[in-house]
């Protein structure tokens, strides 16, 4: 919760965080909003980005930066800062987007998204973007890290908490598993992974490819309190992320569209990675606002 | 082994890396130690005991090990990761690549039992590759310490650094090379013998080997300059084109494949500044079963194949 009052808050994370329920989810709705509609423009003016994925990530990462997340974008290397990891580095344009808006990187760097010598790269780099702890893209990456993160808050004493965002699909990669084992046996309550669960990968279902359920039972074999939202429903994230910690590390399984807000990308493996003509992009937007 | 390395006394290098990494702990409370069920082949029993909360092993899982120590680097803690180095370099090499050299972060790469320390376990064992994968990553130092004293000064400085570091940690005991008057500057060779007929720069436990073999050549009218070249990235180019220059003819000799290795790395210095000739002693293959001095001593990784080389290299002209 943001309760603390030891980092600069600016006013509209104020207002996310004094508002009343549904008051928070209508300003963090109009937020992921808002960031789907520069992901959209950054991506289309770039000819380069993972739309779909954004998408179904987009209401996480506004959920977590504009009602979770301790960070300071005067301080981005604040040591009492929650950490925040993108596993799937490959949705960065989102990332980008939410760091523009908070004040962490200028908005007018957005539109060199992907471009010559542009900070912006197609996944993200700590060394050339605030608020980026890892240059994350290759995927399984991020939770291992995440779980040093949260090893480092329990050897230092440290209140600051570590929320990991990873694809579903990524988590064929055995390296997963391997952490969160480790978060379990070490009972990491200061860890959150985020299952960006929208049932695609690149090139077709996950259950096609290599079946991920009983995904819930898997966490829980692990070590893990397991909670499942709806991960378009920003009250709901709020809630379930800024649940009281227990003795364990908390997963939570997001149920995602993949392209969710715009008909004509939702739920298809196409639109993983592909660039939305200008018509597209007009009738995206006109789509996107109308929600 | 043959029978003069074994003549001469021998020390663990081991023993210096576990008690000075102790004394660093002591000083500075973000050491922290990250392994794979390697308490005791890491000989961390003494570290465990001291700094229980400040010894993360995560069981048999090199990703994570790798990828937890640049979490702990993240969160404000100087990790060295123990672990023997096959698995180590071989098995977390993506997450050394980004979690640690791309990210930048200050973690610290021990890889214990290098080269064919392991001797009859096999090729699965062996971390020969070690210095050609690393030394293709950006960002990344790369020591060798050639004894204690060495490998005391390497973990000085890889805990005082602010910059990703691989290093070896030898498993079998070895001369002591280092003279009481000299200091390992990171990123400089130590030059062990001056002799203006040939180099031999050598690394680790060839080091000792290249003693040797300058002793047999000088009774042979051969001065040879040795070089102990325990950084090999980044390389002491300036001592690599001296070495050239001044004496035309350079050995190599490495615990460690021949492409991609020390070996390698003098010769991209070499034909960019200075072309002379060269010989490369490595190891050019998956070994075959034996213990690790009979697997030196086949490979001619001896003072016998350092002299070898080096008189078909004086008989040949520059």
Request: proline residues 5%; glycine residues 10%; aromatic residues 6%.
């Amino acid at each position: 919760m943001l309760l603390q009052t030891e980092f600069n808050m600016d006013s509209l994370r104020a207002q996310v965080a004094s508002a009343s329920v549904a008051e928070r989810g209508r300003l963090l709705k109009d937020i992921a909003t808002e960031i789907r509609i520069s992901v959209l423009k950054t991506i289309s003016h770039a000819g380069i980005g993972h739309i779909g994925g954004e998408f179904s990530a987009a209401d996480i990462l506004a959920t977590l930066f504009f009602g979770v997340l301790r960070v300071d974008p005067q301080r981005p290397a604040w040591e009492q800062r929650d950490r925040f990891i993108l596993s799937k580095g490959h949705c960065a344009v989102s990332l980008y987007c939410v760091l523009a808006k908070l004040g962490f990187i200028d908005s007018a760097l957005l539109p060199t998204f992907a471009g010559p010598l542009s900070r912006l790269n197609g996944h993200p780099n700590r060394r050339k973007v605030p608020g980026v702890e890892s240059n994350t893209g290759a995927l399984g990456h991020g939770l291992p890290f995440g779980v040093g993160c949260a090893v480092a808050a329990r050897i230092a004493g440290a209140d600051w908490r570590t929320y990991v965002v990873t694809g579903d699909g990524e988590l064929q990669e055995g390296s997963n598993w391997e952490a969160a084992m480790c978060a379990g046996d070490r009972a990491l309550a200061n860890l959150t992974v985020v299952v960006d669960r929208n049932l695609l990968q690149q090139g077709a279902r996950t259950e096609d490819t290599n079946r991920l359920e009983p995904l819930a039972d898997k966490w829980r074999a692990f070590g893990w309190d397991v909670f499942e939202a709806d991960g378009h429903d920003h009250g709901l994230l709020f809630d379930t992320f800024t649940a009281p910690p227990s003795s364990k590390p908390r997963c939570v399984i997001t149920h995602t569209t993949k392209g969710k807000g715009v008909s004509f990308m939702q739920d298809r493996v196409e639109w993983h990675h592909k660039v939305p003509s200008p018509e597209q992009v007009k009738q995206a937007v006109t789509e996107l606002e109308a929600e | 082994m043959s029978e003069t390395r074994t003549m001469q006394e021998t020390f663990d290098c081991r023993v210096a890396f576990v008690e000075q990494l102790l004394e660093l702990a002591r000083q500075d409370r973000r050491i922290v130690v990250v392994c794979n069920d390697s308490v005791g082949s890491s000989n961390l029993v003494a570290f465990a005991k001291e700094f229980p909360d400040r010894l993360v092993n995560v069981g048999i899982a090199e990703q994570d090990m790798v990828g937890v120590a640049a979490g702990l680097a993240n969160g404000g803690f100087i990790p060295f990761v123990s672990a023997a180095a096959p698995f180590l370099t071989g098995r977390a090499m993506e997450q050394i690549k980004a979690d640690v050299a791309y990210s930048n972060y200050h973690v610290v790469l021990c890889g214990q039992s290098p080269g064919m320390s392991y001797g009859e376990l096999g090729p699965t064992h062996h971390s020969i590759e070690d210095f050609a994968w690393m030394r293709a990553l950006d960002n990344m130092t790369i020591l060798a310490p050639a004894d204690p004293v060495q490998t005391r000064a390497a973990l000085r400085w890889a805990a005082g650094t602010d910059r990703p570091v691989y290093m070896r940690i030898g498993r079998y005991k070895v001369p002591a090379v280092t003279p009481a008057d000299h200091d390992f500057v990171v990123g400089e060779a130590d030059e062990l013998r001056v002799g203006r007929d040939l180099t031999i720069i050598a690394v680790g436990t060839l080091v000792a080997a290249a003693l040797q073999a300058a002793e047999t050549l000088a009774g042979q009218g051969v001065q040879a300059r040795v070089l102990n070249m325990a950084t090999i990235a980044p390389l002491d180019e300036a001592a690599v084109i001296r070495a050239a220059t001044e004496t035309g003819r350079i050995v190599t000799a490495e615990e460690g494949v021949l492409h991609g290795g020390l070996g390698s790395a003098v010769a991209e210095v070499v034909v960019r500044h200075r072309p002379v000739p060269m010989r490369m002693l490595g190891v050019p293959h998956f070994a075959p079963t034996g213990k690790a001095g009979f697997l030196l001593d086949y490979f001619g990784l001896n003072a016998e194949g350092i002299v070898k080389a080096a008189v078909e290299l004086a008989n040949q002209s520059p």
